[in-house]
């Protein structure tokens, strides 16, 4: 590996992002302020479920790896890649319930335009099917 493949350290401060489930149509949007120090990373945030920490650790090539803690509930594993449009990747709740995610910097406002306009038309779609869908939050 030489130094050009090493990436620098994903931004701390105020993230937002998403999680997709099987059984659910729309998006689960979180909201999250994460803390990138050396290799760790160290967060909390909220969702449709409920408010959580986030424990983890990065490295000098990008993969991040964490637990998302929800209090007094149950914790659920992210593995992902940090890259131009944040960290892509997937999630798992002990093998029982998985999925995949896409977070970034609340600042990249460009990406979360694109997926509201993507969940607009789809409800559009959906309405015009004669179902009424509405986005979580």
């Not at 449709?48 to 509930?73: A, E, H, M, R």
């Not at 306009?117 to 099917?129: D, V, Y």
Request: overall charge negative.
């Amino acid at each position: 590996m030489t130094t050009s493949d090493l990436v620098q350290s994903p931004p701390s401060g105020p993230w937002t992002g998403f999680f997709l489930e099987k059984h659910h149509l729309q998006k689960g949007w979180m909201h999250l302020y994460l803390q990138f120090q050396q290799s760790e990373i160290l967060g909390e945030g909220t969702d449709y479920v409920g408010p959580w920490q986030i424990k983890g650790t990065f490295t000098d090539t990008s993969n991040c790896v964490w637990t998302k803690k929800y209090l007094g509930k149950h914790p659920v594993r992210y593995q992902g890649q940090f890259g131009e449009t944040g960290i892509v990747g997937k999630w798992d709740i002990s093998g029982l319930a998985w999925g995949e995610f896409h977070i970034w910097p609340a600042e990249y406002t460009e990406i979360q335009e694109m997926y509201l306009r993507q969940e607009e038309q789809e409800a559009l779609r959906l309405h015009g099917l004669g179902l009424n869908i509405k986005p979580r939050t």
